[in-house]
């Protein structure tokens, strides 16, 4: 776990949140290397071996994020990767200069650190997240290839908190996750479906 004034980085950039509750939002997001979670879609497998990516200040973070913030970022968006595996308590700290929230997209398999006035937390079937996590996030999030992954979604949505908002979201490329989803979030008021706009739209 890295607690050093410097975290590695894969990317950093400013674009619109492309999915869940805040999808269509300007963002600015820091994307941290490492992540041992290992799940077989992930679109961001470049970003797990966390010394293939170069160290950052949290003061260069922190500039940047309070730059996209006075051009029009609504919010600042912590990922990965699997963001927990570093203390995060420094890097919020930096970056309250932004005046602006912070939100945490996470898997849940590690203790909570920093503090996020918005934690998405997306939990994954091989690895169940922390139960305080789940009771705590603002938004669950799970992606859905097949049944086995509604059936997990809805012991997800028991153990979450009741103003949770809830979401499914269907695997990309994935035709059965996608119907699926639609049908579920059709027939279970309590959920709605989340996609991924920014493939879509084919910005970053």
């Given at each position: 776990?890295?607690?050093?004034?410097?975290?590695?980085?894969?990317?950093?950039?400013?674009?619109?949140?492309?999915?869940?509750?805040?999808?269509?939002?300007?963002?600015?997001?820091?994307?941290?290397?490492?992540?041992?979670?290992?799940?077989?879609?992930?679109?961001t497998k470049h970003?797990?071996?966390?010394?293939?990516?170069?160290?950052?200040?949290?003061?260069?973070?922190?500039?940047?994020?309070?730059?996209?913030?006075?051009?029009?970022?609504?919010?600042?968006?912590?990922?990965?990767?699997?963001?927990?595996?570093?203390?995060?308590?420094?890097?919020?700290?930096?970056?309250?200069?932004?005046?602006?929230?912070?939100?945490?997209?996470?898997?849940?398999?590690?203790?909570l650190s920093g503090?996020?006035?918005?934690?998405?937390?997306?939990?994954?079937?091989?690895?169940?997240?922390?139960?305080?996590?789940?009771?705590?996030?603002?938004?669950?999030?799970?992606?859905?290839?097949?049944?086995?992954?509604?059936?997990?979604?809805?012991?997800?949505?028991?153990?979450?908190?009741?103003?949770?908002?809830?979401?499914?979201?269907?695997?990309?490329?994935?035709?059965?996750?996608?119907?699926?989803?639609?049908?579920?979030a059709r027939t279970?008021?309590?959920?709605?479906?989340?996609?991924?706009?920014?493939?879509?739209?084919?910005?970053?």
């Open positions: 776990m890295t607690t050093a004034a410097t975290l590695p980085v894969v990317e950093t950039f400013h674009s619109l949140q492309g999915e869940g509750h805040h999808s269509g939002r300007s963002a600015f997001f820091i994307r941290l290397a490492g992540c041992t979670v290992g799940c077989p879609w992930c679109d970003s797990w071996p966390p010394d293939r990516h170069p160290d950052m200040a949290l003061a260069t973070l922190a500039e940047e994020a309070s730059e996209a913030c006075r051009n029009g970022a609504a919010f600042i968006v912590v990922t990965g990767g699997e963001p927990l595996h570093h203390s995060l308590a420094p890097l919020t700290e930096a970056l309250s200069v932004s005046g602006r929230p912070l939100h945490l997209e996470t898997s849940g398999v590690d203790p503090r996020f006035d918005w934690i998405t937390l997306s939990p994954k079937r091989h690895r169940p997240p922390r139960a305080d996590l789940l009771r705590h996030c603002h938004e669950l999030k799970v992606v859905i290839h097949n049944t086995e992954d509604l059936v997990f979604a809805e012991s997800m949505a028991a153990g979450a908190g009741e103003a949770t908002l809830l979401l499914l979201q269907p695997g990309w490329e994935s035709p059965d996750g996608q119907q699926l989803a639609v049908d579920h279970n008021p309590r959920w709605r479906l989340s996609l991924q706009t920014h493939k879509w739209l084919g910005v970053r």
